[in-house]
């Protein structure tokens, strides 16, 4: 378009636009743009199927709020839709509702609001803006200095990602944000020098001294498992770096690798690929608490984390077995008196509880052929059967079931580490296990050797007196209310 006043606008061979030396404001007139090629632009609408909960999480929700249908899990709150999916709710800064993400503390997903006399909810329309292009518009052009001009036409960075890449592999190069850099200051005395510039140094009160030091962005507080989950899923790049010493004059260097290349609960689906989602968290969180000794992470516990899982994926032994492997992480659970005065009893954990690690729960649905069969027998070769190939899927080596009937159990082990797992095999109902009134099975009959086999029962005598050998006890459990799991339990009742 051709300018009304004296001077005219340019466009650079590098694109950029200039401006006649003319300092008075140049008016255009803007014709109206056709309604079809604004839409080309815009962008596709935000798809509710990230934000659906997980389904075994649902029965944990309270019962609809009778005016709203909102329903409660502890400080959160959440809405059924239309559709039957049920999402978080949260409000944006103007106090919308919105669909939120676990990791939000604002709402951004999209706008929803409740059905007319229902409980239910629903996507709120688009609004759109009116069309005022009828009337011709004035625009009044600016110079822009040089860095408000590279400022304003710096594109930027997309901050998120959906939740369904949660467990995918980061395929974006690893690139280092050279804006980590500060000034010193007396309330960041933790800091390094890299090439004259400043870094700040995670760290915690009463950190543990480790060779190998980790800087992180300026803004970011302490890191807990939320935290750094939420950024490896959403935001990768801003992760803590790894700086090493470099000989022979122990120069800082950073190293150029990501520590960690996808989410932690990622690496733990990649080797329990059929444990349930809240024990996939649970496993997580559990072994980021272990290995940092505190909520928090430090230098230590991040640099354990990535030796253990570059160890499941090389299958090489574990620098630290106790934190590699969620059975030996699994804490011991008491046995109480039963019914009777010589009868015994363990009470079971709820198999949907978060945040705690006191079972292993394998979700059925993901070997749906194999369950629809275990409910159809009653065989005990074939629980041990069903129970081994379960173990065997899911990393364990398992000494060969033998064809006994009576008190099935299984020996097997895991590559990492030398510790010998005997886990004694029960269906359950009820929220507890019934035991046996002896104590000792050499006294009925039903003596190790019989239980599992010759070479079984050599493998658990020899691990017992190496003080190597972990009880459990496993099976299947299926309560009203709940989805049908098989778990797992550890209670280090002898059975020699």
Known sequence: ???????????????????????????????????????????????????????ELVPLLSAPDPTSGIRTFRTRTYVELEDGATVLLGRDAEQNYRAR??????????????????????????????????????????????????????????????????????????????????????????????????????????????????????????????????????????????????????HWEIDARLPFEKPLTAYVRDVFPEVTTVTLENIARKQFELVNSSTYADAAGLTALRQIFHSWQQGTPSPHPQWSDPLLM?????????????????????????????RLDFDPMRFRRQWDFFLSTYSTVDFKRFMAGLLSRNGYTVMGPNN?????????????????????LHRTRIPKLSLPTHTNPNTTGINLETQVGDAAAQAVKDAHAANKIIW???GSQILPGYADTVFIIRDDNARL
Do not use: C
């Open 472 to 474: 459990l006890k496993g």
């Open 404 to 424: 006994f009937n009576s008190f099935p159990a299984l020996v097997f082990r895991r590559a990492g580490h030398d510790y010998l797992f005997f886990m004694s």
């Open 330 to 358: 699994l804490p011991t659970l008491p046995t109480s008196s039963g019914v009777t005065s010589t009868s015994r009893a363990i009470e079971l954990p709820f198999p949907s509880t978060t945040g705690t690690l006191s």
């Open 1 to 55: 378009m051709r300018t009304e006043g004296t001077g005219q606008a340019s466009v650079s061979p590098s694109g950029r636009h200039t401006e006649a030396p003319e300092s008075q404001p140049t008016t255009f007139q803007v014709s109206e743009i056709p309604q079809q090629g604004a839409a080309q632009g815009e962008a596709a609408p935000v798809s509710l199927d990230n934000y659906h909960l997980s389904p």
């Open 101 to 250: 993400l676990s990791t939000e503390l604002i709402a951004s997903g999209p706008r929803l609001e409740q059905v007319e006399d229902s409980l239910l909810w629903r996507r709120a329309p688009q609004l759109v803006e009116p069309d005022s292009s009828d009337s011709p518009q004035t625009i009044t052009l600016h110079s822009l200095s040089d860095d408000e001009s590279s400022e304003a036409s710096a594109p930027k960075r997309q901050r998120t990602t959906s939740p369904a890449q949660s467990e995918a592999a980061v395929q974006s190069p690893a690139v280092f944000r050279r804006d980590w850099a500060f000034e010193p200051t007396l309330t960041r005395p933790h800091f390094i020098t890299v090439n004259d510039v400043h870094y700040k140094v995670m760290t915690r009160m009463q950190a543990r001294d480790y060779p190998i030091t980790y800087i992180q962005p300026p803004s970011h507080p302490a890191y807990d498992f939320d935290v750094l989950e939420a950024i490896l899923r959403h935001t990768p790049d801003e992760q803590p770096r790894a700086v090493i010493r470099v000989p022979p004059d122990n």
